[in-house]
């Protein structure tokens, strides 16, 4: 079992940037792979971006890439998830997420993750 609290979410203007970060406590961090996911009014939750255990491999939707960069720093329990050039289709409430994982998996599906945070709005205006 793996607590998460995620933070750093508010309201920006398009093409503002904004840094999500995300607590793990409970379990060695080290061993989890971690993903950020999102859910806008209406729509289902997608995936956004992962990050394997050690760090070495990353994966992004395709909206994500080039814009989003995901980190983590295991010395700190921490994962962040840097956004730069914000639109107002990235209005969502964000999910920071844990899997088991191999030293390289990044996993992408929400069935592979299971444990939650309880998110944190992110609200881009026009």
């Known amino acids: 079992q793996v607590q998460l609290l995620e933070s750093g979410g508010g309201l920006v203007q398009a093409g503002d940037s904004l840094r999500l970060s995300c607590l793990a406590s409970?379990?060695?961090?080290?061993?989890?792979?971690m993903g950020w996911f999102r859910q806008a009014p209406g729509k289902d939750r997608e995936f956004v971006a992962a990050?394997?255990?050690?760090?070495?491999?990353?994966d992004y939707t395709d909206s994500a890439k080039g814009r989003f960069t995901i980190s983590r720093d295991n010395a700190k329990n921490m994962v962040y998830l840097q956004m730069n050039s914000l639109e107002p289709e990235d209005t969502a409430f964000y999910y920071c997420?844990?899997?088991?994982?191999?030293?390289?998996?990044?996993?992408?599906?929400?069935?592979?993750?299971?444990?939650w945070g309880q998110g944190t709005q992110v609200t881009v205006s026009s």
């Open positions: 990050i394997s255990r050690g760090g070495g491999n990353t």
């Open positions: 409970g379990r060695t961090f080290s061993t989890l792979a």
């Open positions: 997420a844990a899997a088991f994982g191999t030293m390289w998996n990044v996993p992408s599906r929400e069935s592979e993750y299971h444990s």
